[in-house]
């Protein structure tokens, strides 16, 4: 691995556990705040609401809570963290507007939670998250539906380009060498069939008009004989011997 492919990994690797000490910081912060709310009850932290004005304290009470403590622990997880990180955000600055924050945490922290759940947003949860781990399923899911989707693809092409089998191919199958005998080498007349005769002939002379010589069919007479298609020619009379 070269030098700058080590240095990329491992600012990559101080990356994510920036993200990570980030995370479970912001979110436990959240997450403890949402926890005492919880545990000194609705109707109590509504009426410190009320104390300080807020509107709706009963409804205002309800949401504080449940975002602190759903979003604290998805910030701890690093599940949904963009979303998350701007719904915290959002919960930081309605409380900034709205009425001072109920526990012992001064304006300048919540100033300082708001401003790094909303980074946190923005820049993500890191590789050690659990969104980490979404995206690389589904992007295995998503290479494999593409690969099968290729593979399909491909069988049907196969398909389309394979040609029908012509009229002549039982002519060409029985004109094929049988076993044993090898084929022709191109350019190369095919072998002949056995028993056929295959010794070179004579071509008859041309005559000078361009004609072949017409031969005349000579009948078989009395005592002509075939012998192997040939015809055999007449025995010669032997003259008798003379005294």
């Known amino acids: 691995m070269s030098r700058l492919g080590q240095t990329s990994t491992v600012k990559q690797a101080f990356c994510d556990l920036a993200a990570l000490v980030a995370r479970v910081g912001v979110g436990g912060i ?10 000194d009850g609705l109707k109590i932290t509504g009426a410190k609401f009320l ?15 449940l975002a602190e403590l759903i979003g604290g622990a998805l910030l701890i997880a690093g599940l949904a963290v963009s979303v998350t990180g701007l719904i915290l955000f959002a919960e930081a600055l309605a409380v900034f507007l709205v009425a001072p ?32 781990m979404v995206v690389i399923r589904r992007r295995e899911s998503a290479a ?13 092409i196969a398909s389309l380009r ?11 199958k029985e004109a ?21 005769d295959t010794a070179p002939h004579p071509r008859p002379p041309r005559a000078r008009g361009g004609e072949p010589p017409r031969t005349e069919e000579r009948t078989p ?14 025995a010669r009379n032997r003259r008798p011997a003379t005294d």
């Not at 300048?108 to 820049?123: D, F, H, K, P, R």
């Not at 690969?147 to 491909?154: G, M, Q, V």
């Open 221 to 234: 007479a009395e005592g002509d004989t075939l012998v192997a298609g040939r015809k055999k020619p007449p």
């Open 144 to 156: 494999a539906d593409e690969f099968a989707a290729e593979t399909e693809a491909d069988q049907v």
């Open 162 to 172: 394979e040609p029908d089998e012509p009229a002549g191919a039982p002519a060409a």
């Open 30 to 39: 959240f997450f403890a705040n949402g926890w005492t709310k919880l545990e």
């Open 176 to 196: 094929s060498p049988a076993a044993g005998e090898e084929p022709a080498a191109p350019g190369e007349a095919p072998p002949a069939p056995a028993g056929e």
């Open 101 to 132: 924050p109920l526990n012992p945490i001064t304006m300048n922290e919540l100033i300082l939670l708001g401003a790094a759940s909303l980074l946190l947003a923005v820049v993500g949860a890191g590789r050690v998250s659990v969104d980490h």
């Open 51 to 65: 104390e300080q004005g807020a509107p709706a304290p009963g409804a205002w009470a309800t949401v504080t809570m």
